[in-house]
């Protein structure tokens, strides 16, 4: 079965850190793209930041271009997101999600059809 366990999440104040990591199994790791989103109360889900773990394909939101940085541990089949300088509308539930595809990915975040299966997600709670 295909999991995705989000971890990492917490409470910090206005320009602190976090790393949220993201665990994945049960699928080739190498062959897709791994997705950060985040959903805040009475918004909707909107992508973070995405890595084609193949070839290193990166995307990010303007709104964090700078401050967060998502890399891949091919060994460990995880997925990290290092979040720095974080702001208190960075405040949202975070989840992970597996694509449907692998390079290509990253040139659609909007379009969360091409994501197949979805981690539980973890709250980061940002204070000002």
């Known amino acids: 079965d295909v999991q995705l366990q989000a971890s990492g999440g917490g409470l910090v104040q206005t320009g602190g850190s976090l790393r949220l990591s993201c665990a994945a199994s049960?699928?080739?790791?190498?062959?897709?793209?791994i997705g950060w989103f985040r959903q805040a109360p009475g918004k909707e889900r909107e992508a973070v930041s995405i890595?084609?773990?193949?070839?290193?394909?990166?995307y990010y939101a303007d709104s964090v271009k700078g401050r967060f940085t998502i890399s891949s541990d091919n060994f460990k089949n995880t997925v990290y997101l290092q979040m720095n300088s974080l702001k208190p509308e960075d405040t949202a539930v975070y989840y992970c999600?597996?694509?449907?595809?692998?390079?290509?990915?990253?040139?659609?975040?909007?379009?969360?059809?091409?994501?197949?299966?979805w981690g539980q997600g973890t709250l980061v709670t940002v204070s000002s």
């Open positions: 999600a597996k694509a449907r595809g692998s390079w290509e990915i990253v040139l659609y975040p909007r379009d969360l059809h091409r994501y197949d299966y």
């Open positions: 049960g699928f080739t790791f190498d062959d897709y793209a």
């Open positions: 890595i084609s773990v193949s070839d290193g394909s990166t």
